[in-house]
């Protein structure tokens, strides 16, 4: 065990001494505060548009906008956009040992094969949890410092208002949803980079399936019903459950289910191949 908790010790320390690592974090420590600038010198569309879907059923008096209800809307890069962030490390978390030729000099080592792969994982398990977060954290405290806070209005099948305490509450949830999300992604890729000694092959591998996987998802063809059980990203809207009203807990920990279990199969796929792996350079 001291063995194992060492070398994922070193993993991290590698993840985070790569330049790559930091793109993730250095793109939404610029954009969510420009963002929330924007909204709070020009305005927030959505507003206007919600409103005029309401017809005259409501009577609005001063605006909705508010640091909370931008970030929620910001979740939406949580979909398409921010898994490139995770894709970017661990693509290279395998392949870039297979491509530096640093797999043997491991391997002479008292450290299992594993040992390795498994601390491989549990470090970009902890890069995914550490990315996601900061997301949360930046896009909540900046909005509420620039735009500031207030009750959240929550428009999908209705008007769901949270009071501020409580909204945060279902960020939290929502947050720690988007992680098991990103994990599917992170595993998938990291997959790729098991069977690959090429950091771009598992960035581009892991976005097609996603692509085809969305495309198949959403698609409006009565044919597709039969296997979109089995698409990963029919799931993926796991993490806008926690604001609805009451919380369908029995959905997200049915979904939660399916998603664990494609994050533990592309692992145990992972460790099956790197265990019979001949490893020569």
Known sequence: ?????????????????????????ATIAVLIPLIMFLVRKYG???QDHTLRSLGNSFLF??????????????MNVLWVHFPFFIVLVAGDIMAGEGAA??????????????????????ATFF????????????SIGAGMLIVGGGDLFVFDKGI?????????????????LAVVVQMVVASLTFLFSTITSNGIGPIIGTYAVLAVFYILSVLKISALEVIRPYLFTSYFDVFFAPFCDPIPWS??????????????????????IFLRKDITT
């Open 44 to 46: 927030f569309d959505v």
């Open 160 to 176: 769901l208002i949270l009071a501020q305490s409580e909204a945060l509450y279902r960020f939290l949830l929502a947050y720690m």
């Open 251 to 272: 959905e997200i920990l049915q979904k939660v289910g399916y998603l664990s279990c494609y994050i533990f199969g592309f692992y145990i796929i992972s460790t099956i």
């Open 101 to 122: 030729g640093t797999f043997r000099i491991l391997l002479t080592r008292p450290v299992t094969r594993f040992q390795i792969i498994t601390a491989k994982f549990c």
């Open 61 to 74: 008096v001063g605006s909705l906008v508010n640091g909370l209800l931008v970030s929620y809307y910001l």
């Open 127 to 138: 890069y995914t949890v550490t990315i996601v977060f900061f997301l949360g954290l930046f």
């Open 1 to 25: 065990m001291h063995l194992f908790l060492k070398a994922a010790y070193f993993e991290v320390l590698k993840i985070f001494s790569r330049l790559r690592t930091y793109i993730g974090f």
